[in-house]
Nanobody, 122 residues
Framework: VQLQASGGGLVQAGGSLRLSCAASGRTAGNYAMAWFRQAPGEEREFVCAISGSGGSTDYADSVKGRFTISRENAKKTVYLQMNSLKPEDTAVYYC????????????????WGQGTLVTVSS
């Protein structure tokens, strides 16, 4: 499975961005997908996840109510809609995939994409 993230950029606080992650590979469309982020000098942290069917989602408390994860399995693409962005959301955002939704937020996912930088100015 290969993952290609895109959509990062510079935005002012309160603004919005949408990240995309395109997956390739025979089974990629059925895998759970997640977004993680790593701020400068910080550990990588879980942001949100979505099950293979799209029927279940999970969010870190810090982004609940502001971020929305979704997927289009026909396109093997996952999206992260980020609204009401804050300077503390500044980070490199990584998409990840794993066969198991139940552990994708707590165990290192099997597959990682390259990061895309999101910078939120105050």
């Amino acid at each position: 499975v290969q993952l290609q993230a895109s959509g990062g950029g510079l935005v002012q606080a309160g603004g919005s961005l949408r990240l995309s992650c395109a997956a390739s590979g025979r089974t990629a469309g059925n895998y759970a997908m997640a977004w993680f982020r790593q701020a400068p000098g910080e550990e990588r942290e879980f942001v949100c996840a979505i099950s293979g069917s799209g029927g279940s989602t999970d969010y870190a408390d810090s982004v609940k109510g502001r971020f929305t994860i979704s997927r289009e399995n026909a396109k093997k693409t996952v999206y992260l809609q980020m609204n009401s962005l804050k300077p503390e959301d500044t980070a490199v955002y990584y998409c990840a995939a794993d066969p198991l939704y139940q552990t994708i937020s707590t165990m290192p996912p099997a597959y990682w994409g390259q990061g895309t930088l999101v910078t939120v100015s105050s």
